[in-house]
């Protein structure tokens, strides 16, 4: 089975400063991973997502996250946030065969202070 | 916008009713997912259809269930409600057309029980 660790409940952030949102990730067996917002009172939104490939990948709205294997780990990263950033945001894990469903942690809450 | 669309937006109900809850996939998807995310949570995977055919079940009990059409919209029932059942329903969509391991989320549906 796999799990998923977000490693802190709410950052709040200043305005243009930059931000990581922490996730770390447990599976024995080879995963996907994705970052889904989720702005109030909607549904979630993908930000980006890694199958293969380059580690490093960047998604929407100037954020990328870099996967690293050896840590189990997928941090997003934005270097200037605005306000319209604030958000919950979400790091999920999928195993990488079959129809297997999405893994969610319990999500970071973003908020930008101007 | 992900062309998934769910239906009712908000609904309320009392304990002991029955719900059905609708959601139209986006084109070219022939598998649907339903989570349910409590408020302040992540979301929590209750049943997957694929082609029609239950295709994997979280930790749901029995009087959660569903149906995938031919057009592979589909329904999520819930009998005899509780009051814990108060949460956003999201349903997520994927397919070959956009690879099979994304899944594109609707707006959510957000029942509250009584």
């Known amino acids: 089975a796999q799990s998923v660790t977000q490693l802190d409940s709410q950052v709040p952030v200043f305005e243009e400063a930059p931000v990581e949102l922490r996730c770390n990730y447990s599976s024995s067996v080879s995963v996907y991973l994705f970052w889904y917002v989720q702005y109030p009172n909607q549904g979630l939104q993908l930000l980006l997502k890694y199958l293969s490939g380059s580690t490093l990948v960047k998604g929407i709205n100037g954020f990328e996250a870099e996967f690293n294997k050896s840590q189990t780990s997928f941090h997003l990263r934005k270097p200037s946030v605005h306000i319209s950033d604030t958000a919950e945001y979400f790091c999920?894990?999928?195993?990488?065969?079959?129809?297997?469903?999405?893994?969610f942690g319990k999500g970071t809450r973003l908020s930008v202070i101007a | 916008e992900t062309g998934v669309t769910q239906s009712p937006t908000h609904l309320i109900k009392t304990r002991g009713q029955q719900v059905t809850l609708r959601c139209s996939s986006q084109?070219?998807?022939?598998?649907v997912s339903w989570y349910q995310q409590a408020l302040g949570q992540g979301p929590q995977f209750i049943f997957q259809?694929?082609?029609?055919?239950?295709?994997g079940r979280g930790n749901f009990p029995p009087r959660f269930s569903g149906l995938q059409f031919p057009n592979y919209s589909s329904e999520l029932n819930v009998n005899a409600l509780e009051l814990d059942d108060s949460a956003l329903y999201l349903c997520?969509?994927?397919?070959?057309?956009?690879?099979?391991?994304?899944?594109?989320f609707g707006p959510g549906t957000r029942l509250l029980v009584l």
């Open positions: 999920a894990v999928i195993r990488n065969s079959g129809n297997t469903p999405l893994v």
């Open positions: 259809y694929y082609r029609e055919e239950e295709n």
């Open positions: 084109s070219g998807h022939n598998t």
């Open positions: 997520a969509s994927s397919g070959t057309s956009g690879g099979q391991e994304t899944q594109y």
